[in-house]
T-cell receptor, first 114, second 115 residues
Framework: SQKIEQNSEALNIQEGKTATLTCNYT??????LQWYRQDPGRGPVFLLL?????KEKRKERLKVTFDTTLKQSLFHITASQPADSATYLC?????????????FGKGTKLSVKP | NAGVMQNPRHLVRRRGQEARLRCSPM?????VYWYRQLPEEGLKFMVY????????ESGMPKERFSAEFPKEGPSILRIQQVVRGDSAAYFC?????????????FGPGTRLLVL
């Protein structure tokens, strides 16, 4: 069955630096890969989606890459701010053309220090 | 446009009781998903429903758990005869039927504590 690993449980960086989070998966590549943000006591919030035929996607200070050869996605937050502190979840969408469930990683807890 | 609503936000039950968790999807969304999140664990898919139909229940335990999404009203996740291991956060998500991709919009969750 498909497994997802997010490289570290926690990542601490200094304000202004770029945070890079990693998501690795096994087996076959998903149709889409999504990144969510989750704050304590809240539900996940959708951030970005990247398709299997896309290499890179950007949204403001966020950038996602998708390498189906390495079976890896990288999630970057540039010019990080303390408000970016949260848990970031990688999710795989294995279905193609029909609605279905997402497979989530355990998440990486990002702390941005002022 | 209100987001996904879940209630109650917190639910305490004693072992053997029943827990009912409700989810109202975003307006215009006809697809509902339920996930469970155990402490220090990732979100685990339980069941996917459309109005009056269960599409995929592969992640739901066969015993004690059931889900429905009636024509009118919220989706309900029902846990009978709860045990301590059922203590978790239960999240509902919805997506629109016309979406080509399945971005899911999550509710705030129901935190179930079984004593």
């Amino acid at each position: 069955s498909q497994k997802i690993e997010q490289n570290s449980e926690a990542l601490n960086i200094q304000e202004g630096k770029t945070a890079t989070l990693t998501c690795n998966y096994t087996n076959y590549s998903p149709a889409y890969l999504q990144w969510y943000r989750q704050d304590p006591g809240r539900g996940p919030v959708f951030l970005l989606l990247i398709r299997e035929n896309e290499k890179e996607k950007r949204k403001e200070r966020l950038k996602v890459t998708f390498d189906t050869t390495l079976k890896q996605s990288l999630f970057h937050i540039t010019a990080s701010q303390p408000a970016d502190s949260a848990t970031y979840l990688c999710a795989l969408d294995m279905s193609r053309g029909s609605q279905g469930n997402l497979i989530f990683g355990k998440g990486t807890k990002l702390s941005v220090k002022p | 446009n209100a987001g996904v609503m879940q209630n109650p936000r917190h639910l305490v039950r004693r072992r053997g009781q029943e827990a009912r968790l409700r989810c109202s999807p975003m307006k215009g969304h006809s697809h509902v998903y339920w996930y469970r999140q155990l402490p220090e664990e990732g979100l685990k898919f339980m069941v996917y429903l459309q109005k009056e139909n269960i599409i995929d229940e592969s992640g739901m335990p066969k015993e004690r758990f059931s889900a429905e999404f009636p024509k009118e009203g919220p989706s309900i996740l029902r846990i009978q005869q709860v045990v301590r291991g059922d203590s978790a956060a239960y999240f509902c998500a919805s997506s629109p039927s016309t979406a080509p991709v399945k971005t899911q919009y999550f509710g705030p969750g129901t935190r179930l504590l079984v004593l």
